[in-house]
């Protein structure tokens, strides 16, 4: 059993299927942590969740993105007005609906055509179920944007795990100051870190403790999955030579 982890995927199917393929993902006894934000920018996030769940150890993480996916399934309103790629979202789920090029038929702003029913029941679990973050028996911490370092980890607020790029922020800039380096302090010690949210490029990197698996699947980069334990990883090709459009704004 392998223990995988995988950056932000943004409704890049193609990408995670190369990813997958390429480690010799076991579906049955490999284990992934997915970082989050599956939804919104390229536009097969019906397709991406439906491979997850084929994942016997799977552990999602809730990313923003996906929020805004789970409280339109809550309320039927998007609260960003489908944009920051909201629209690849809605092609992927408006075609598995069989509203297909119905994006603009009930006007623009938070109403479209697509209703929170036209999303399958597994689907609205799947992101009604996504974790805040998760803590191995390693002591390593994944979670999708990061947190606030100067206070504990537990009982910050929900937005913080998956919106939060302070911690990110902080790390980047101690490192580039030697005399700073050592004055990098967070609260809560852990081994490791695993983040995403705040799209690095080429490879994943890592700054202190902390490793970055955002490596712009979301963009014009591509989707990243790492085994936690070698630090192998293993990468698909660009995602614009995979898709021709991208939704993200």
């Not at 069989?98 to 009930?106: H, I, N, P, W």
């Not at 080429?202 to 990243?224: E, M, Q, R, W």
């Amino acid at each position: 059993m392998r223990i995988m982890v995988m950056g932000d995927l943004h409704g890049a199917y193609k990408a995670l299927e190369q990813c997958l393929e390429r480690s010799g993902f076991d579906y049955e006894n490999d284990v992934l942590i997915q970082l989050g934000d599956i939804a919104d920018g390229y536009s097969d996030v019906y397709e991406c969740v439906e491979e997850l769940l084929k994942i016997k150890h799977l552990i999602a993480i809730k990313g923003n993105h996906d929020e805004w996916l789970r409280e339109f399934i809550e309320t039927d309103f998007h609260p960003y007005f489908w944009t920051y790629g909201g629209k690849g979202t809605l092609i992927s789920y408006l075609d598995h609906a069989g509203k297909k090029d119905k994006y603009f038929a009930t006007g623009s702003g938070y109403k479209t055509a697509l209703e929170a029913k036209d999303i399958p029941q597994t689907h609205k679990q799947f992101f009604k179920n996504q974790k805040l973050f998760h803590i191995d028996d390693k002591n390593r911490c994944f979670v999708h944007a990061g947190f606030n370092r100067i206070l504990a980890f537990q009982g910050q607020a929900q937005s913080m795990y998956y919106w939060d790029r302070t911690l990110w922020a902080d790390a980047l800039d101690y490192s580039i100051t030697p005399e700073r380096k050592k004055e990098f302090k967070i609260v809560t010690k852990f081994k490791e870190i695993y983040i995403g949210h705040t799209s690095t490029t080429g490879k994943p990197k890592k700054v202190f403790n902390i490793i970055n698996l955002d490596t712009g699947a979301g963009h014009s980069g591509k989707l990243t999955i790492m085994d936690v334990d070698t630090k192998g990883f293993w990468q698909s090709d660009p995602l614009p030579e995979l898709y021709s459009e991208n939704y993200r704004d």
